[in-house]
C-alpha cells in the first residue's frame, strides 16, 4: 500500500461504521408546481417513482438469475422468482413530475446494427502507456480510470442540510486506457464518458443495500456534461413564475476499477478528493474506499411501470442475446456505453470497504508478474494523489472539469 494511502486507510473501519448509523430518511419529492411537460418522459423524469418502496424501505431487486449475474455467494439466500422482484420493485404512491425534473437533453442515437467502443486512446496529458505496466496488469481488471461523484440539490434550497434536501446525486465513470500509468497535469478530454444517476440519492451502505442506477449519458465528453449535466436551468411555471434547478456540487474524486471475480462483476474505487471524507460523503455512503457487485438488466425482461424507464438502451440485438434469457448479467462494459442502460448496485463489506472486488484470480496468482486488482488500483490511487497534490490538492478536481470553483464547489459539509 503506498504511503500516501497509509494515514488516511486507517479511517476506512471508522467511516464504515460512521456511515452505516442513523435513520433512513424518507424523502418526498412531491412539488406544487410541475416544469414544462414533454411528449415523452426523460430519465430524471421517470426515476422519482424509485426514490420510494415498500412504504419508505429500501428496494430490493434479486431473483435467482439476478445472484447468479450478480453475486454469487448470495445464491442461496436471495432465490426469487421474477414475480416476487417485481412485488419488490412496486410503489405505494408514484410521485408525480415535479418542478425539480429539468427538461432533458435530447437522448444520443447509436447504430444498433453492430458495435463499435468508445476510443480509450484520446491524447492525456495526465497519461502514459509503459510496457511494463501492460505485463502486470490483472486479467480480471475490466476497465479503470477516474471517478466523479456529484449532488445536486432540490430546487429553491441553495445550501442543502442533509441527502433529504437532494434531488438526485450521480457519479461518472472517466475510463482510461488499460495500461496506463496517470502522471502530472491536468487530464484532457475524451469522449468515453458516462453519467450514472441514482434515485435514492445515497449509495449502498452494507450487504443488505441493493440501490438502483442508470446510465443517464453515454459516450460523452467532459466538456459536453459541463453544459449540458453540470450548469443549473432555468424554466417557468404557471404559478411560481421563473424557477432554476441548481448547478451540480462535487462531493469526490477517485480512481477505479471494474473488476470480475467469478460470476460477480465489482466496482471499486479509492477516493483521492476530498483528502478528508467529510460528513456529506459518510451521509451518501462515499468512503475512503469502497466497492459495489455490480449487475446489468435485460432491457427485453419487462419489469413493474413505475421502475421502468420508457426508452431502453439502443442495444444491437447480439448484447441481448448475450443474457440467454436471464433477467441480469455482470457487467461487460459495452453494455454500459449506451444511454438508459439500468444497472443494480448492491454493497460490500469487509474491514477495508472493499470487499472481494479487489482479489486476483487463481491464473495470476501462479504468475508472478502480475499484480493483484488490490496493489493496481492502490497504484493508481498513489499516481493521481502525487497529480492532485502537484496541481492544487483538492481543487484540482475543478481544472480536470473545466469548471469553477466558485459556481460549483466541493461539498464535504451540510
Given at each position: 500500500?503506498?504511503?500516501?494511502?497509509?494515514?488516511?486507510?486507517?479511517?476506512?473501519?471508522?467511516?464504515?461504521?460512521?456511515?452505516?448509523?442513523?435513520?433512513?430518511?424518507?424523502?418526498?419529492?412531491?412539488?406544487?408546481?410541475e416544469p414544462p411537460k414533454k411528449a415523452q418522459k426523460s430519465l430524471e423524469e421517470?426515476?422519482?417513482?424509485?426514490?420510494?418502496?415498500?412504504?419508505?424501505?429500501?428496494?430490493?431487486?434479486?431473483?435467482?438469475?439476478?445472484?447468479?449475474?450478480?453475486?454469487?455467494?448470495?445464491?442461496?439466500?436471495?432465490?426469487?422468482?421474477?414475480?416476487?422482484?417485481?412485488?419488490?420493485?412496486?410503489?405505494?404512491?408514484?410521485?408525480?413530475?415535479?418542478?425539480?425534473?429539468?427538461?432533458?437533453?435530447?437522448?444520443?442515437?447509436?447504430?444498433?446494427?453492430?458495435?463499435?467502443?468508445?476510443?480509450?486512446?484520446?491524447?492525456?496529458?495526465?497519461?502514459?502507456?509503459?510496457?511494463?505496466?501492460?505485463?502486470?496488469?490483472?486479467?480480471?481488471?475490466?476497465?479503470?480510470?477516474?471517478?466523479?461523484?456529484?449532488?445536486?440539490?432540490?430546487?429553491?434550497?441553495?445550501?442543502?442540510?442533509?441527502?433529504?434536501?437532494?434531488?438526485?446525486?450521480?457519479?461518472?465513470?472517466?475510463?482510461?486506457?488499460?495500461?496506463?500509468?496517470?502522471?502530472?497535469?491536468?487530464?484532457?478530454?475524451?469522449?468515453?464518458?458516462?453519467?450514472?444517476?441514482?434515485?435514492?440519492?445515497?449509495?449502498?451502505?452494507?450487504?443488505?443495500?441493493?440501490?438502483?442506477?442508470?446510465?443517464?449519458?453515454?459516450?460523452?465528453?467532459?466538456?459536453?456534461?459541463?453544459?449540458?449535466?453540470?450548469?443549473?436551468?432555468?424554466?417557468?411555471?404557471?404559478?411560481?413564475?421563473?424557477?432554476?434547478?441548481?448547478?451540480?456540487?462535487?462531493?469526490?474524486?477517485?480512481?477505479?476499477?471494474?473488476?470480475?471475480?467469478?460470476?460477480?462483476?465489482?466496482?471499486?474505487?479509492?477516493?483521492?478528493?476530498?483528502?478528508?471524507?467529510?460528513?456529506?460523503?459518510?451521509?451518501?455512503?462515499?468512503?475512503?474506499?469502497?466497492?459495489?457487485?455490480?449487475?446489468?438488466?435485460?432491457?427485453?425482461?419487462?419489469?413493474?411501470?413505475?421502475?421502468?424507464?420508457?426508452?431502453?438502451?439502443?442495444?444491437?440485438?447480439e448484447f441481448v442475446d448475450e443474457f440467454r434469457g436471464l433477467a441480469w448479467a455482470?457487467?461487460?462494459?459495452?453494455?454500459?456505453?449506451?444511454?438508459?442502460?439500468?444497472?443494480?448496485?448492491?454493497?460490500?463489506?469487509?474491514?477495508?470497504?472493499?470487499?472481494?472486488?479487489?482479489?486476483?484470480?487463481?491464473?495470476?496468482?501462479?504468475?508472478?508478474?502480475?499484480?493483484?486488482?488490490?496493489?493496481?488500483?492502490?497504484?493508481?490511487?498513489?499516481?493521481?494523489?502525487?497529480?492532485?497534490?502537484?496541481?492544487?490538492?483538492?481543487?484540482?478536481?475543478?481544472?480536470?472539469?473545466?469548471?469553477?470553483?466558485?459556481?460549483?464547489?466541493?461539498?464535504?459539509?451540510?
Amino acid at each position: 500500500m503506498s504511503a500516501t494511502r497509509s494515514g488516511r486507510s486507517d479511517k476506512t473501519s471508522q467511516e464504515a461504521n460512521g456511515a452505516s448509523t442513523g435513520d433512513k430518511r424518507k424523502i418526498d419529492d412531491a412539488s406544487s408546481s410541475e416544469p414544462p411537460k414533454k411528449a415523452q418522459k426523460s430519465l430524471e423524469e421517470t426515476m422519482p417513482a424509485l426514490e420510494k418502496s415498500n412504504g419508505g424501505k429500501d428496494t430490493a431487486i434479486q431473483d435467482e438469475e439476478n445472484a447468479k449475474g450478480a453475486d454469487s455467494a448470495k445464491e442461496s439466500r436471495d432465490a426469487e422468482d421474477d414475480n416476487e422482484e417485481d412485488n419488490q420493485m412496486k410503489t405505494e404512491d408514484q410521485p408525480q413530475v415535479n418542478e425539480e425534473q429539468k427538461p432533458e437533453p435530447k437522448n444520443e442515437t447509436k447504430d444498433t446494427t453492430s458495435y463499435t467502443p468508445p476510443s480509450t486512446l484520446a491524447s492525456a496529458a495526465a497519461i502514459t502507456q509503459p510496457s511494463s505496466r501492460a505485463a502486470s496488469m490483472p486479467s480480471n481488471i475490466l476497465e479503470k480510470g477516474i471517478i466523479y461523484f456529484f449532488t445536486r440539490s432540490r430546487v429553491g434550497i441553495d445550501n442543502p442540510e442533509s441527502a433529504s434536501d437532494l434531488q438526485r446525486t450521480f457519479f461518472v465513470l472517466r475510463p482510461i486506457p488499460h495500461d496506463a500509468k496517470i502522471t502530472s497535469g491536468a487530464l484532457s478530454d475524451s469522449t468515453n464518458n458516462r453519467l450514472f444517476a441514482l434515485p435514492k440519492k445515497t449509495f449502498p451502505k452494507s450487504h443488505s443495500d441493493r440501490f438502483m442506477a442508470f446510465v443517464e449519458k453515454a459516450g460523452t465528453s467532459i466538456a459536453d456534461l459541463k453544459e449540458e449535466f453540470m450548469a443549473g436551468n432555468t424554466y417557468d411555471t404557471k404559478t411560481q413564475g421563473t424557477r432554476g434547478t441548481p448547478a451540480v456540487s462535487a462531493v469526490g474524486e477517485g480512481v477505479y476499477a471494474v473488476t470480475q471475480t467469478g460470476r460477480t462483476t465489482h466496482l471499486a474505487y479509492m477516493l483521492t478528493v476530498p483528502e478528508d471524507v467529510g460528513e456529506v460523503q459518510r451521509e451518501l455512503g462515499i468512503r475512503t474506499q469502497g466497492s459495489w457487485a455490480v449487475s446489468v438488466k435485460n432491457p427485453a425482461r419487462k419489469g413493474p411501470a413505475n421502475a421502468t424507464l420508457d426508452q431502453g438502451p439502443e442495444w444491437p440485438k447480439e448484447f441481448v442475446d448475450e443474457f440467454r434469457g436471464l433477467a441480469w448479467a455482470p457487467v461487460k462494459m459495452k453494455y454500459l456505453d449506451y444511454a438508459n442502460v439500468q444497472i443494480l448496485l448492491i454493497g460490500e463489506g469487509g474491514e477495508d470497504g472493499l470487499g472481494g472486488a479487489v482479489e486476483a484470480t487463481e491464473k495470476d496468482q501462479k504468475d508472478e508478474e502480475k499484480e493483484t486488482p488490490r496493489e493496481e488500483l492502490e497504484k493508481l490511487e498513489h499516481e493521481d494523489e502525487l497529480r492532485v497534490d502537484k496541481l492544487d490538492g483538492d481543487d484540482s478536481i475543478f481544472g480536470d472539469l473545466g469548471i469553477s470553483k466558485k459556481d460549483y464547489g466541493l461539498l464535504t459539509k451540510w
